[in-house]
């Protein structure tokens, strides 16, 4: 059964940082992409990142480029969101989501996802 | 970037109710169109990929199809725990995109 376990949240002032991590079990780690999507009170989804499988490839929306970074550990199949000069406008609850399908060399759908960690940026 | 634009933005709608929503994106995406449902305070589920592909475990009554800009997902006889906002997304190119969501309620 795949099963990804997030944590890492909280509150963070303005201008600083967080990490989140997304624990992953029950599939090949390495064979898929993994990516990070958002949802700010009230609002929509928003795609944050996209880390291919073999994690050479990383993609990112134009609202978090340069200021966030998407990385994965093979060892502890385990994915993180490094997040910096964090603005209130970052302020969402952020999902981890395995994609689909293996072996990809693009950024596919989101078959399974995380539970979901609420991140507050605030003074 | 890919613009997805979802109609309606919200519906109201009976048990067994026959429920259409479209998403139309601003341009060709061939089929790499996906759609996911989510309820409050859960992880948003995937419904359909590829377009028209029902994702493992989804009841058949879930429906997707459309080609290039529009594609429509319909649910053949609403039931209760299928209310929720439902939202379709381009995987065709970065920056990935949702459409506005449509949240479906109790008529």
């Known amino acids: 059964e795949v099963q990804l376990v997030q944590s890492g949240g909280g509150l963070v002032q303005p201008g600083g940082s967080l990490r989140l991590s997304c624990a992953a079990s029950?599939?090949?780690?390495?064979?898929?992409?993994m990516s990070w999507v958002r949802q700010a009170p009230g609002k929509g989804l928003e795609w944050v990142s996209t880390?291919?499988?073999?994690?050479?490839?990383?993609y990112y929306a134009d609202s978090v480029k340069g200021r966030f970074t998407v990385s994965r550990d093979k060892s502890k199949n385990t994915l993180y969101l490094q997040m910096g000069s964090m603005r209130a406008e970052d302020t969402a609850i952020y999902y981890c989501?395995?994609?689909?399908?293996?072996?990809?060399?693009?950024?596919?759908?989101?078959?399974?996802w995380g539970q979901g960690m609420l991140v507050i940026v605030s003074s | 970037d890919i613009q997805m634009t979802q109609s309606p933005s919200s519906l109201s709608a009976s048990v067994g109710d026959r429920v259409t929503i479209t998403c139309r994106a601003s341009q060709s995406i061939t089929n790499f169109l996906n759609w996911y449902q989510h309820k409050p305070g859960k992880a948003p589920k995937l419904l359909i990929y590829g377009a028209s592909s029902l994702h493992n475990g989804v009841p058949s009554r879930f429906s997707g199809s459309g080609s290039g800009t529009d594609f429509t997902l319909t649910i053949s006889s609403l039931q209760p725990e299928d209310f929720a906002t439902y939202y379709c997304?381009?995987?065709?190119?970065?920056?990935?995109?949702f459409g506005g969501g449509t949240k479906v309620e109790i008529k």
């Open positions: 989501a395995k994609d689909g399908p293996p072996i990809s060399l693009r950024p596919g759908f989101s078959d399974h």
């Open positions: 029950g599939f090949t780690f390495s064979s898929y992409g």
């Open positions: 880390i291919m499988g073999s994690g050479s490839s990383a």
């Open positions: 997304q381009q995987t065709y190119s970065v920056p990935l995109t």
